[in-house]
Every structure is written in C-alpha cells, then in structure tokens.
C-alpha cells in the first residue's frame, strides 16, 4: 500500500539562508558585470612610479657608498694596528730576549738574581709592584723590566683595538650587502613598470631621456656667473669632461659615476680629496643658502635627506650624474629641491 505521508518541507531558517545566498550571488554577479576593468597605468603614471624608485635608489646607493667607504677606511685601520702589533711583538720578544741572556749569564756564574728567577717565571707586574724587592734589582734590569711592561700593555690595547675594529668591519659588511640589495630591489622594480610599456611607449620614454641627455651638453646657456677658486674650477672643468658619461650606481670614475662619486673624482683630479658620499660633502667646506651667491664650481645639495649632489654650472645650471638611465650632464637647478652649496 502507497504511503500517503506529505513531503517534508524545509525549515524556514534554511529557506531564509538559501534566499539571502541567492540575492547576494545575484548581487555579486551584477557588480562584476557593471564593475570596470582596471586600467593599465598611462605612460606618464609608470615614468613617475619610476622616477620616485630611482630617487630611492638613488637615497640607498648612498648609504651604500658610505658603508663601503667606512669599510675601507676600517680595513686600512685594521692593518695598520696589526703591521703595529706585529712590530711591537718583535721589539717585545727582543727585550725578553736580552733580559734572559743576562739572567743566563748569572746563572752560568752562579749568581743569578731572585729578581730575575722570579721574572723568568711569572709577570713582572707582580714584582715590580712590590718595591722591597726591586731594590735588589739593577737599574738596568728595572729599565729593562719596565720596558717590557708598557710593551705587554701597548700590544694589548692594540689587539684590544683591532677585535674591536673587526667587529665593526663585519657590521658593517653586513650593511653594506643590505643596501645593495635594496638598491637592486629598487632597480629591479622599475624596470618591472617599465616592462610592462608597449613598445611604442618604451620608445619615447627612450627618446624623451635621449633629448635630455643630448640638449644638455650642446645648448646650455652657463651665462656669465662668477668663477669659483681655482681648484673649484679645476673640479668644475673635470667634470665637464665627462659629459654623457653614464649613471651607475657605486661608481666613482673615470668612465662612469654616481651622483657622488662624480663631484668626489673631480676634485681628486683638481688635487683635492673630499669625501665620498653627498651627506659628507654637505659639511665638508663653508655653505651657501642662497642661490644668487653661488659661483661655479661650488657644490650643490639637494633633498631634505642631502643625498643628491652636484656642481653649479652658472645660470641656475647644475652639472651632475642624475640617476640610472641618464647620462652626466646639465640641468636647471629648481628640478630638485635645493637645499643649500658647499664651497669647497
């Protein structure tokens, strides 16, 4: 016999969550097909994206290049202490040596002095601090004794001094392999947007920095603004010189530069040595807050953080090495922020 049971019918909780789960489907289905695709940045979007990392880049490259510069001034420290200790351990080994002759002597005769018995087997601090018993030594052997003294206290500080150094060699290796690879992570992500251009984009973006790099080198007006020294003016002409030169990070010369390292070789061959990076040579000669005073040769800093730098030129010109993808050359100084010159 067929059942006559009615069908169960869904709860009313379940048909209020089945319903709420179909409107927000529908609802979803709708803003998908009404939402608008995102759009592909514009050529001019991805050159600003791409200038504000290279301005990054350019902030680590020179915390890069003052850990590298610190990392080897520390390395010539280093092996100066230990050239030091090496020289002191021998003068110090001569004075031992010379003592224990002469308490050879004394022992071959028979008459070798307690002082020196007990020196030949423990630290002369010890008994030199006790003068009851130097009183029995010679005046030759306490110079002697003493002698050896402050050479065991001199080589130790210095060792002291190079554990010390090397410490801070490692540490600061390590900073320098961080700044590095943020640089490189910085370079790497603006050629990731500039890869991302059509061929057509990539193109001007080229002739465009192509333009710059040219016109900068053949029609600047320098005018007829006042000289600097002459060792100023011998950095300026230096770095003239390497006009259309290209901006590698790190790089000090002669055939490619960073915005330091170009101002730095420079003055080197005007027979001046200033320091590498653009936060040192912000304080490295007397500053010009005012651009009405500056002459050529001096040094321009620009951004809050002075880590760009370059040499006025006349006519609110700079000569510099901007950053990656440019060469050096001039431009007008209100495209950065300047912030004061340094006359060197």
């Known amino acids: ?159 002291s001094e190079a554990s010390e150094k090397l410490k801070d060699l490692a540490s600061t290796r390590t900073e320098l392999g961080k700044k590095k690879q943020e640089v490189q992570g910085k370079l790497a992500e603006a050629q990731k947007l500039l890869n991302s251009l059509t061929a057509a984009e990539k193109a001007a973006l080229a002739a465009e920095q192509d333009r710059a790099n040219r016109s900068s080198s053949s029609r600047v007006d320098l005018g007829d603004a006042p000289a600097g020294s002459s060792r100023a003016m011998a950095a300026f002409q230096a770095a003239q010189s390497k006009i259309g030169s290209p901006y590698v990070y790190g790089a000090s010369g002669p055939s490619s530069f960073d915005c330091s390292g170009l101002t730095s070789w420079a003055y080197a061959q005007a027979g001046v040595s200033i320091p590498r990076t653009s936060q040192a040579q912000a304080n490295a000669g007397t500053r010009i807050y005012s651009q009405s005073d500056l002459r050529v040769g001096d040094l321009v800093i620009f951004y809050g953080d002075l880590h760009h730098v370059g040499f006025y030129a006349g006519n609110g010109q700079v000569l510099h090495a901007p950053r990656t993808g440019t060469t050096v050359r001039y431009e007008s100084i209100n495209n950065m922020p300047f912030q004061f010159g340094v006359r060197i």
């Open 1 to 159: 016999m067929a059942s006559h049971r009615r069908p169960k019918q869904p709860s009313r909780a379940r048909v209020t969550v089945l319903t709420t789960a179909a409107a927000a489907a529908v609802a979803f289905s709708a803003q998908a097909a009404n939402a608008a695709p995102s759009e592909k940045p514009t050529k001019d979007e991805v050159k600003a994206k791409v200038d504000k990392l290279y301005e990054q880049a350019e902030q680590a490259t020179e915390k890069y290049n003052g850990a590298k510069e610190k990392q080897e001034k520390l390395q010539k420290e280093i092996s100066t202490i230990q050239d030091n200790v090496a020289r002191g351990q021998e003068e110090l080994n001569e004075l031992r040596d010379s003592i224990g002759m002469a308490a050879a002597a004394q022992y071959r005769t028979g008459t070798i002095d307690s002082s020196l018995q007990l020196f030949l087997s423990s630290n002369p601090d010890d008994y030199l601090d006790k003068a009851s018993t130097a009183d029995q030594l010679s005046a030759q052997q306490v110079e002697a004794l003493k002698k050896i003294q402050e050479k065991q206290r001199e080589l130790a500080q210095e060792r």
